[in-house]
C-alpha cells in the first residue's frame, strides 16, 4: 500500500502548481485522503482534506481561498491546486489516507488519524 504525490517544482510568487495524488495497492474508494506539508524546521502542518464523496472539503485557515482539493474517483486521483503561492507555501507536500471515509470537524488535521503517506513532493516558491 503506497500514496504518490507528484507535481511539485519551484514558482514565482503569485504562481500556480497542482499537485496530484495516486494509490498503488489499494483504492482511493471510501477513503478521505488529506493533504499537509513540512518545512525545513517545522512540524507537518494539515493543508487540506477531502471525503470519500466529495461533499466535504476541508482547508487550513493559511490557504483557504487560494488551494482547491477535489478527486476524480474513476481515475483514482486526487489534486491540490494552489493558486497565488506564497514563499511562506514553500514545503515539502504530502498526501495521505484517512482512517475513514469522512472526517469530522478537526480530525483531518491531526497525522495521527492516517495510515498510509505518500513520499512527499517539494514546492518552492521563490522570485
Known amino acids: 500500500v503506497q500514496l504518490q504525490a507528484f507535481g511539485g517544482g519551484l514558482v514565482q510568487p503569485g504562481g500556480s502548481l497542482r499537485l496530484s495524488c495516486t494509490p498503488s495497492?489499494?483504492?482511493?474508494?471510501?477513503?478521505?485522503i488529506g493533504w499537509f506539508r513540512q518545512a525545513p524546521g517545522k512540524g507537518r502542518e494539515g493543508v487540506s482534506c477531502?471525503?470519500?464523496?466529495?461533499?466535504?472539503?476541508f482547508y487550513s485557515a493559511s490557504v483557504k481561498g487560494r488551494f482547491t482539493v477535489s478527486r476524480e474517483n474513476a481515475k483514482d486521483i486526487v489534486y491540490l491546486q494552489m493558486n497565488r503561492l506564497e514563499p511562506e507555501d514553500t514545503a515539502t507536500y504530502y498526501c495521505?489516507?484517512?482512517?475513514?471515509?469522512?472526517?469530522?470537524?478537526?480530525?483531518?488535521?491531526?497525522?495521527?488519524?492516517?495510515?498510509?503517506w505518500g513520499q512527499g513532493t517539494q514546492v518552492t516558491v521563490s522570485s
Open positions: 495521505a489516507r484517512f482512517l475513514g471515509s469522512h472526517p469530522i470537524a478537526g480530525t483531518w488535521v491531526n497525522p495521527s488519524q492516517y495510515d498510509y
Open positions: 495497492g489499494f483504492s482511493f474508494d471510501g477513503y478521505a
Open positions: 477531502m471525503s470519500s464523496s466529495g461533499g466535504r472539503k
